[in-house]
């Protein structure tokens, strides 16, 4: 088989347009690719045909918008236009149901429709997160629904995306890309593409179930590594050590060719990943009669920690002088991890129901997410800035960081705030020297481990 892809000048169709196929898409039309989106949401491809992007991702609203200003990249709802391009990138969404199955509607629909559009020559990358085995069982087979067979006809490789939100621009240019193709042939192709394209390096693997498990363990180790830092926080603040201090002294050993790296202890593990992959990966290990301890371990200790920071601010008002159910609490960021706008799972949302639940009046701020997608989400409206939400307050706690905080003056917000005031430091984010400084203004610190 000749693959399309092997000319100067190549199309690409990107199926499934959220955060991963945006970021693709703009990312391959930014080099000067013809990429067609193709998405069943309506609302969506207008929106980026209007020039809009809803996704709170730095530089992505604009890439967008060039790519489509320049001619670049064209979004549709019709499957047809598939058919018109060299490579096809699926990146629809595979969320998981009860006992970490995966919710397989996306990705059916998705496969059906490439295989009634395909043609000879052309080559599937398939990126969405899937158990094992999926790619080969589930997907092949309904891309061959529409005639043609794969290895012969087309081809395809299993390229797990590995961005994470805040830097995905970023992360798509300088992350190698794990390459799993249906034969050696699929394979080659997958990584020429690649590394003509978007001049990454790429890692072969044997298999596609290997490149699919790697996306796994990617996702596991992250979250397992980020349960080590939580449990090691609550330990520390037990025996009143610092962890950050402990953490710092403890990545200083070199150990398998890098150095041991605990991640930073926080308020929790949300986004859509982090809180889903662990579990695919659990229930594909059981099937297989195969109990993965510590993905349960790590999962339960991860989400554990809202709870924990609830209580630690109910505490530290308390000694304060002011009893939770009379405390006002300022909530600044509240997106699931530092610099995105991204509420999905996010840890935040416990806090600050288990605060609310507890009496206190809360207010929130977060300039990433758009008010109406705070108010949808926490039944609260959300402060207009900073400062409104830090009036009066006994206890502002930081619980997502983004640059834009970078620019609040602590100190005129001190003067705000209720006399004895509690900062709470959810991300681990205040080196000692800021720590200093806040006691200084008259705060009372805390973090978590700290
Ligand atoms: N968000 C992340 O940071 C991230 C990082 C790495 C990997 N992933 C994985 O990448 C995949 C996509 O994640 P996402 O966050 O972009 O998901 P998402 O939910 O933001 O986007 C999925 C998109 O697919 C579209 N879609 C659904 N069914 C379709 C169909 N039949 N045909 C065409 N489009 C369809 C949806 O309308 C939606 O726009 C998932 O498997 C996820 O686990 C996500």
Redesign the pocket.
Known sequence: MRFLLDREEITVSV???????SCVAASLAGDGVDVVG????TR?VEEIRAGRCHLREPGLPEALARAHGAGRLRVTTDFAAISDTDVVVV????PIGEDGVLAES?VR??AA?IGRCLRPGQLVIF????PPGTTRDLVVPLLEGGGLVCGRDFGVAYC??????GS?LAEIRELPVVVGGWDAHSGAAAERFWRSRLRVRTVACSSIEAAETVKLLNNWWIDHNIALANELARYCSSIGVDAMEVIAATNRVPKGGGSINVLSPGVGVG???LT??PWMLWRSARDRGVHLNTVVAAREANDAMPAYVAGLIADGVGELGTPVQRARVAVLGLSFKNNTGDLRSTPTLPVVAALRDAGADVAVYDPLVPPEEISGTFGLDPSPTAEKAVAGADCLAVLAWHDEFADLDLAALRTLTAPDCLFLDGRAHFDSQTVESLTGLGFTYRGIGR
Do not use: H, I
């Open positions: 199926v499934g347009l959220g955060y991963v196929g193709v998405d069943v949401n969506l990146a629809v969404g595979t996306q629909s998705a429709e990126k969405s997160t899937v797990p995306e590995r961005l994470s939100q995905a986004g859509s990943c889903k992959d």
